[in-house]
């Protein structure tokens, strides 16, 4: 009876997604659309910890104005001019998780906390950042050897609100610029800078087995380490559905649409506006039901202008300690 009651509990919530594995790989900011999996934005009824350990990797163009793939990136209009990239980017990335779910409820909600560090090479972030920093048209790679400690990413506030067949969250997470950051080094892991993540999320489920997610959340950026630049806020809607197996196995897709807020600002401000789609698809198996399992999921951006965007691929594994 208690490995029944486990596995319903666990399955409200589980596969712990590869979280923010992707993130940071993709374009400006810290956060990525589609970084969860529809059921990972909600704390679940039990609680302990999750611990996980995950491999990222991305394969990254970037886009322009009209939506093409392109060699140049425009830094200003007038006067006209623009830098040679030469080079995609591929990213490889390490990438621990722990959380907590809490005892009790807050505010009449359960309520978790989460600990993301990253150790990758340089992403499709910084050589975005690397090459508008450039005064002189260039023809550089992006150095992919390098490999460290990225950003941080802690999430201390997550509050989940769940009655009947509806379920709806909070949570605020921020970046803390860990990574190694020094201006216009191409082989910079950090962004060097903070980024503050406000997140809304609602789910619908009919029944146990079929799950309907949608979340919003905001991103709001400090200024960059040692330049006059801000990087713009970013909105992104995030969406997906989940069909959940009777041991806790589950399959699902997921789909978002992020855009620029605002425009950048200092030296370094970025013109164009961008903006960015994706879709996905994940699935988890557990080796051991409601303790150990591992999961793997695929994204591929369209709608992409001025930002990198391409195609990416997760797998980790999860042990759960939770009662």
Not at 21 to 47: E, I, K, M, R
Not at 63 to 84: A, C, L, M, R
Not at 216 to 223: K, Q, R, Y
Not at 270 to 287: C, E, H, T
Request: proline share 5%.
């Amino acid at each position: 009876m208690q490995t029944k009651i486990t596995s319903i509990n666990i399955r409200f919530w589980l596969p712990v997604c590869l979280f923010l594995a992707s993130v940071n790989l993709h374009g400006q900011g810290h956060y990525l659309g589609s970084s969860y999996n529809p059921n990972d934005y909600f704390v679940p009824p039990s609680s302990g910890w999750v611990v996980s350990l995950y491999y990222s990797y991305a394969q990254l163009e970037y886009f322009n104005d009209s939506g093409d793939k392109t060699d140049k990136i425009q830094i200003s209009e007038n006067p006209p001019f623009s830098v040679e990239l030469g080079q995609k980017v591929k990213t490889n990335s390490i990438i621990p998780m722990a959380i907590y779910f809490g005892k009790g409820k807050i505010l009449n909600a359960r309520w978790g906390v989460l600990a993301l560090p990253m150790f990758n090479n340089p992403n499709a972030n910084i050589a975005l950042d690397f090459y508008i920093g450039q005064d002189t048209t260039i023809n550089e790679n992006i150095n992919i050897n390098s490999f460290g400690l990225g950003d941080f990413y802690f999430q201390p506030v997550w509050l989940t609100w769940e009655k009947n067949k509806w379920a709806a969250t909070f949570s605020y997470g921020f970046w803390l610029p860990t990574g190694k950051y020094e201006t216009n080094d191409p082989e910079n892991i950090g962004l060097g800078y903070w980024s503050h993540n406000f997140r809304v999320a609602g789910r619908y489920k009919p029944n146990a087995t079929y799950g309907f997610t949608g979340a919003a959340t905001v991103e709001l950026n400090s200024s960059q380490d040692g330049v006059d630049f801000t990087e713009a806020s970013h909105f992104t809607f995030d969406y997906g559905a989940s069909y959940t197996f009777t041991m806790g196995h589950e399959v699902g897709f997921m789909g978002f649409a992020a855009f620029q807020l605002g425009s950048d600002t200092g030296e370094k401000a970025f013109p164009p506006k961008d903006q960015i789609y994706g879709l996905g698809a994940y699935g988890s198996y557990y080796f051991i039901p409601g303790r150990l399992g591992t999961l793997a999921r695929f994204t591929h951006n369209f709608g992409v202008k001025n930002r990198y965007g391409g195609l990416g691929f997760q797998i980790g594994i999860n042990y759960l300690l939770l009662k």
